[in-house]
């Protein structure tokens, strides 16, 4: 087979009812040095581009996708504008969308899936129209825009109700799955994975898709235990280096959001370290430790670190941002500043309903959100209704109670803490810190009352359980 043929036959693969691709097919592409690329016709080469990122994508290297899509698939795509068949330019352009939307470039996936749809409209194609149909809406939903991705969801249906073309492609069973969890419908959710064929695939997005699928089943339906165990597989499953970084990220943030909801804020900070936001912040894990701060009665932390979020990232993804506000109006709120909670509340709901999206909360204090949702109804009546008839059948969920008290250091014991952890005895403590031993006694003492415990093993414990000694992962701006 040649790369022509390969090229050929990698984008045809999405559209419904076409076969996977054979190993052997993505073995072509990937072996075939870039100087034959070179010497392909101008139109060739962009298809072939086009194939080989979504062959890297196939072998865990989506970053490496998404660069060889910016230096070398779209200008190549640009060139053949006015000569390349138009399903052909809107095969390529999918296929660039796929691989942005895998690093978290929402809108680099949406604006590609909107060229694509219009070659498809182009071309009259109804399976070019049906694949690109659900790539934007995908994008768009990972983007936070519901309203528009339902109704383009309503449009890939009607076009659908009229083929035979048996199970869905991931981007439409993500959208499908994602817009049923804001609805609060896990039946729905169900249905779309049952439509979806994805048990013996050896498409690894495909697999990834399904995974991340069953947690937010798992999550709609309150069973978080369930949610662990598949996010755990994700994460730490074979498909780990494979596994697209967007949809991973998403299995991390879901699994720390449960254990947070579950009463183990330290073991969730444990599952983040290292985790750094993408600078679109698809997946915003400043949003996710402020939800942590806010568990362990830390409201100026939340604030804090939400603080480049809605300061310093104007690319800020639409679809985590009115939560980040709605974490800082509770912030506000916990810290009895109830006007610019009022704000911050309201903000997050403006946006929430222009967006069309409103999810369950998790992991926060019921009562201040109750506070926040009955002053907002007060205050903007019309605005608190469109909220009401939005939020999911099942309500706001209860997080469990925590198992300790969180503690509260002052500056000094949150520099003797995590010397506690270490093998230095008290007199090298002391020397660390060149300070005299009676200094640390007494200071240790001091932070035993506090913990409420009797001894240094105990105050490690109880350190370690408030997540204490865990480095989070610090905040990205969008320029980075």
Same mark, same amino acid.
């Given at each position: 087979?040649?790369?022509?043929?390969? %090229?050929?036959?990698?984008?045809?693969?999405?559209?419904?009812?076409?076969?996977?691709?054979?190993?052997?097919? &993505?073995?072509?592409?990937?072996?075939?040095?870039?100087?034959?690329?070179?010497?392909?016709?101008?139109?060739?080469?962009? +298809?072939?581009?086009?194939?080989?990122?979504?062959?890297?994508? *196939?072998?865990?290297? +989506?970053?490496?996708?998404?660069?060889?899509?910016?230096?070398?698939?779209?200008?190549?795509?640009?060139?053949?504008?006015?000569?390349?068949?138009?399903?052909?330019?809107?095969?390529?352009?999918?296929?660039?969308?796929?691989?942005?939307?895998?690093?978290?470039?929402?809108?680099?996936?949406?604006?590609?899936?909107? &060229?694509?749809?219009?070659?498809?409209?182009?071309?009259?194609?109804?399976?070019?129209?049906?694949?690109?149909?659900?790539?934007?809406?995908?994008?768009?939903?990972?983007?936070?825009?519901?309203?528009?991705?339902?109704?383009?969801?309503?449009?890939?249906?009607?076009?659908?109700?009229?083929?035979?073309?048996?199970?869905?492609?991931?981007?439409?069973?993500?959208?499908?799955?994602?817009?049923?969890?804001?609805?609060?419908?896990?039946?729905? #959710? *169900?249905?779309?994975?049952?439509?979806?064929?994805?048990?013996?695939?050896?498409?690894?997005?495909?697999?990834?898709?399904?995974?991340?699928?069953? &947690?937010?089943?798992?999550?709609?339906?309150?069973?978080?235990?369930?949610?662990?165990?598949?996010?755990?597989?994700?994460? /730490?499953?074979?498909? /780990?280096?494979?596994?697209?970084?967007?949809?991973?990220?998403?299995?991390?943030?879901?699994?720390?959001?449960?254990?947070?909801?579950?009463?183990?804020?330290?073991?969730?900070?444990?599952?983040?370290?290292? /985790?750094?936001?993408?600078?679109?912040?698809?997946?915003?894990?400043?949003?996710?430790?402020?939800?942590?701060?806010?568990?362990?009665?830390?409201?100026?932390?939340?604030? *804090?670190?939400?603080?480049?979020?809605?300061?310093?990232?104007?690319?800020?993804?639409?679809?985590?941002?009115?939560?980040?506000?709605?974490?800082?109006?509770?912030?506000?709120?916990?810290?009895?500043?109830?006007?610019?909670?009022?704000?911050?509340?309201?903000?997050?709901?403006?946006?929430?309903?222009?967006?069309?999206?409103?999810?369950?909360?998790?992991?926060?204090?019921?009562?201040?959100?109750?506070?926040?949702?009955?002053?907002?109804?007060?205050?903007?009546?019309?605005?608190?209704?469109?909220?009401?008839? /939005? #939020?999911?059948?099942?309500?706001?969920? %209860?997080?469990? +109670?925590?198992?300790?008290?969180?503690?509260?250091?002052?500056?000094?014991?949150?520099?003797?803490?995590?010397?506690?952890?270490?093998?230095?005895?008290?007199?090298?403590?002391?020397?660390?810190?060149?300070?005299? &031993?009676?200094?640390?006694?007494?200071?240790?003492?001091?932070?035993?009352?506090?913990?409420?415990?009797?001894?240094?093993?105990?105050?490690?414990?109880?350190?370690?359980?408030?997540?204490?000694?865990?480095?989070?992962?610090?905040?990205?701006?969008?320029?980075?």
């Amino acid at each position: 087979m040649s790369v022509v043929e390969a %090229a050929t036959a990698v984008l045809r693969c999405g559209l419904p009812g076409q076969p996977a691709v054979p190993r052997s097919v &993505i073995d072509v592409i990937l072996g075939t040095p870039s100087g034959d690329l070179g010497r392909l016709r101008p139109q060739e080469r962009a +298809a072939c581009v086009a194939a080989l990122v979504w062959c890297l994508v *196939q072998s865990g290297q +989506a970053q490496a996708a998404a660069d060889l899509a910016d230096r070398e698939g779209m200008p190549l795509l640009r060139r053949v504008a006015v000569t390349a068949p138009a399903q052909t330019q809107s095969a390529c352009y999918a296929v660039l969308a796929e691989a942005y939307l895998s690093v978290g470039r929402c809108r680099d996936s949406t604006d590609c899936a909107r &060229i694509a749809l219009d070659y498809a409209t182009e071309s009259g194609n109804d399976a070019h129209r049906f694949r690109t149909l659900g790539l934007l809406t995908a994008s768009l939903v990972e983007n936070g825009e519901f309203s528009a991705a339902s109704d383009l969801l309503a449009v890939a249906d009607d076009i659908g109700a009229g083929h035979d073309w048996g199970a869905e492609k991931w981007p439409l069973v993500l959208a499908r799955v994602l817009i049923n969890y804001r609805r609060g419908d896990p039946e729905g #959710i *169900q249905v779309a994975l049952d439509s979806f064929e994805w048990s013996d695939s050896d498409d690894v997005v495909e697999r990834a898709v399904s995974q991340i699928g069953l &947690i937010w089943l798992h999550v709609a339906r309150e069973e978080y235990r369930e949610l662990l165990v598949v996010a755990d597989k994700v994460v /730490r499953g074979a498909d /780990r280096h494979c596994c697209p970084p967007f949809l991973r990220d998403q299995a991390v943030y879901m699994k720390a959001l449960t254990l947070i909801h579950l009463g183990d804020p330290g073991a969730a900070l444990r599952s983040l370290a290292g /985790r750094r936001s993408q600078p679109e912040h698809p997946v915003c894990f400043e949003l996710m430790l402020a939800t942590v701060h806010l568990r362990l009665g830390e409201p100026r932390k939340a604030l *804090q670190v939400t603080e480049a979020c809605v300061g310093n990232c104007p690319d800020h993804n639409l679809r985590t941002l009115p939560s980040v506000y709605f974490r800082r109006a509770v912030a506000y709120e916990l810290l009895g500043h109830h006007d610019p909670a009022d704000a911050e509340f309201s903000r997050a709901a403006h946006l929430a309903a222009d967006l069309g999206g409103i999810s369950p909360v998790l992991g926060l204090p019921v009562s201040a959100v109750e506070r926040l949702y009955l002053r907002l109804m007060r205050d903007e009546p019309e605005l608190g209704r469109l909220i009401t008839a /939005r #939020i999911p059948g099942t309500g706001y969920p %209860a997080p469990k +109670a925590l198992g300790f008290v969180p503690p509260q250091l002052t500056e000094r014991e949150v520099v003797l803490a995590p010397l506690l952890a270490t093998d230095l005895t008290l007199a090298g403590i002391a020397d660390r810190l060149k300070v005299s &031993i009676n200094t640390v006694k007494t200071q240790t003492r001091t932070l035993y009352r506090k913990l409420e415990v009797s001894g240094r093993a105990e105050a490690v414990d109880s350190l370690e359980q408030a997540g204490f000694f865990v480095n989070p992962p610090g905040p990205v701006s969008a320029g980075q």
